[in-house]
C-alpha cells in the first residue's frame, strides 16, 4: 500500500477517535444547562468529563498536525477556504476551556451560570460546525485551477452541509447523554438515561437520512457498508437506551461515529477535497508530502502513538467510577472581594494579598478534576 494511502487512513483514525472521545465530551456540555438542576448537579456533569476532555482534544491537534504534514496542499486549501468556520470553532474551543478552567475558581452564582453558558455555548458551536465542514468535504467544493478554494463562506452553508451540521449535533449530544447516564449516579443519571432514550429515536432519523443523502448522491458503491453498520449501530442505540444497558448504548453510539468517518473519508477517497470540476479537485497524490516526509512520519507515528493510547487507557481506568451529587464537596472558591484584594493589594479586612495564594492553595490543588470540575 503507497504511503500516501497509508496517511490518508491513519488522519480518517485520527478523525474517528476525536469525534468518539471529544463527541461524548461536546455532548455532556451542551446538555449541561438542561440536565444538571443545580450547581452540584452541574459539578457532577461537569466531573464525568473533567479528568479526561482535555487529553480528547489530543486527536485533533495530531490530525491537524498530520494534515500539514503529510497533506500540505489539503491543510492550506481547506483551512483558507473554510478559514471562518475554523475560526469560530477554535473561538468555542476556547471559550470552553476558560470556562473549564475557571468556573470553579470564583464562589458566585452568577460567575458559575455565565461558566455554564459559555461552556454550553462553546460545546454546541463546534458540534454543528465539523457537521458542516465534514459534509462540505463529501459534497465538493469549488476550487480553481490551483486548488484555492473560491466559493466563498455562504456556498458553505448549503442544504446538505446544515442537515450534516443537525446530524452531528444530535449523535454528539446523544452520545453525550448516554455517557452521562454511564458515569453519573443519582438523578443525573436517571434525567440523562431518559434523555438518551428520546434524543437516540430523532438521532436515528436524521442520521439515516444524511447518510443515505450522502450515499446516493455523492458516494461510491462499497461505503453502502458504513451505512449500514451505522443504521444497525443506531437501531442498536435506540433498544440499549431504551432498556437502560448503558455500556451497549455507548458502544453503539460510538460504532455510529466510526461508522460516518469511514463514510466520510471513503466518499473523498482517492481525493483529499472533491471540487466541483474533477480536474481541480485535491488528491491524495497531489496533496501529499515527500515519501522521505512520509517514511519519518511513520517511523515516528510507530513509536510514540502506542504511548500516547497506553497512557490515555490508563486515564479512563483510573477515573471509571461513577459520580454522584452526595460526592461533591462544597464550594472553596475565592470571592470577587478577596479576588480585588490580592490585586489592589488592599486585604478589606480579610486577609493579606501576599498570602492569599497559600490560603487559597486547595483552590488550585483541587481546580484540574474538581475544578475544570467544578
Not at 470571592?335 to 484584594?341: L, N, P, S, Y
Not at 487559597?360 to 484540574?368: I, K, L, M, N, Q
Request: with cysteine.
Amino acid at each position: 500500500m503507497e504511503l500516501t494511502t497509508v496517511w490518508f487512513l491513519l488522519i480518517a483514525l485520527l478523525w474517528a477517535g476525536y469525534l468518539v472521545l471529544e463527541g461524548f465530551d461536546f455532548g455532556v456540555g451542551m446538555l449541561l444547562k438542561l440536565l444538571g438542576r443545580d450547581d452540584k448537579e452541574r459539578r457532577v456533569m461537569i466531573n464525568t468529563i473533567g479528568p479526561v476532555w482535555d487529553g480528547n482534544e489530543v486527536w485533533l491537534l495530531t490530525a491537524g498536525g498530520a494534515t500539514f504534514a503529510a497533506f500540505p496542499e489539503w491543510y492550506a486549501t481547506m483551512f483558507s477556504g473554510f478559514y471562518l468556520p475554523l475560526l469560530l470553532i477554535l473561538l468555542a474551543l476556547i471559550v470552553r476551556v476558560v470556562a473549564f478552567e475557571w468556573r470553579g475558581k470564583i464562589d458566585d452564582d452568577a460567575w458559575r451560570n455565565r461558566a455554564d453558558w459559555a461552556l454550553t455555548i462553546g460545546s454546541w458551536v463546534p458540534a454543528i460546525l465539523w457537521g458542516v465542514a465534514f459534509a462540505n468535504l463529501v459534497r465538493g467544493v469549488e476550487l480553481d485551477a490551483s486548488h484555492q478554494y473560491v466559493g466563498g463562506f455562504f456556498a458553505l452553508l448549503n442544504p446538505f452541509a446544515l442537515v450534516g451540521g443537525v446530524t452531528t449535533a444530535l449523535l454528539f449530544a446523544t452520545h453525550g447523554a448516554v455517557f452521562l447516564a454511564l458515569k453519573s449516579d443519582g438523578e443525573v443519571r436517571r434525567r440523562a438515561g431518559a434523555l438518551a432514550s428520546r434524543l437516540s429515536v430523532v438521532t436515528l432519523v436524521v442520521a439515516a437520512a444524511w447518510a443515505i443523502w450522502a450515499q446516493v448522491a455523492y458516494s461510491v458503491a462499497w461505503t453502502w457498508a458504513a451505512v449500514a453498520v451505522a443504521a444497525v449501530a443506531l437501531v442498536a442505540l435506540v433498544l440499549a437506551t431504551r432498556a437502560r444497558r448503558e455500556g451497549w448504548a455507548f458502544i453503539a453510539s460510538a460504532v455510529t461515529l466510526v461508522a460516518a468517518v469511514v463514510l466520510i473519508f471513503g466518499s473523498m477517497y482517492p481525493d483529499v477535497m472533491p471540487a466541483f470540476n474533477p480536474a481541480n479537485s485535491l488528491t491524495i497524490d497531489n496533496a501529499s508530502s515527500s515519501s522521505y516526509t512520509l517514511t519519518v512520519m511513520t517511523w515516528v507515528a510507530v513509536c510514540l502513538v502506542p504511548v500516547v493510547l497506553l497512557y490515555q487507557g490508563w486515564t479512563y481506568w483510573v477515573f471509571r467510577k461513577r459520580i454522584s451529587s452526595e460526592q461533591i464537596p462544597d464550594s472553596i472558591g475565592l470571592t470577587f472581594a478577596r479576588v480585588k484584594a490580592a490585586a489592589w493589594g488592599s486585604d478589606n479586612g480579610s486577609g493579606s494579598h501576599h498570602g492569599a495564594a497559600t490560603d487559597d492553595g486547595p483552590v488550585a490543588s483541587g481546580s484540574r478534576s474538581g475544578g475544570s470540575s467544578s
